[in-house]
């Protein structure tokens, strides 16, 4: 299981990658370019994260991984099928790194070419 440490140097070691709080002190989220790509939920009894995702790939997500994978809770049903929130300690540490890479790529591929470029170019 990835500790909460790791978890946030992962995410914070992303190009402009930040942490940011504008909900309070929970969920930590990790920002780039001002919109969030991870929301880390770090109590022990209820240590989970939502990322973005591509809704086919969501789905197979959540397919692939019930109870671990899900539809982001939090989110409003417009977001829903582009977010999803999963279990830290309940999946493998390779899986959640390639699907936190990913909602970084989906969050970076919304912006314009010049700010794709300003942001991983720098």
């Not at 909460?4 to 930590?28: H, M, N, R, T, V």
């Not at 539809?71 to 540490?93: A, E, F, L, S």
Request: proline share 7%; glycine share 4%.
């Amino acid at each position: 299981m990835i500790k909460l440490e790791e978890l946030i140097q992962y995410c914070c070691s992303k190009k402009k990658a930040y942490i940011d709080y504008p909900f309070g002190i929970e969920p930590i989220c990790i920002k780039v370019n001002g919109k969030i790509f991870a929301e880390i939920y770090p109590k022990e009894s209820n240590y989970k994260i939502t990322l973005k995702c591509e809704p086919i790939l969501a789905d197979f997500f959540r397919n692939q991984y019930p109870d671990i994978v899900v539809r982001g809770y939090h989110c409003p049903p417009v977001q829903q099928p582009y977010r999803n929130t999963v279990w830290i300690n309940k999946i493998d540490d390779n899986i959640l790194y390639g699907m936190i890479d990913h909602s970084y790529e989906q969050v970076i591929k919304s912006f314009s070419k010049k700010v794709q470029k300003e942001i991983l170019n720098e």
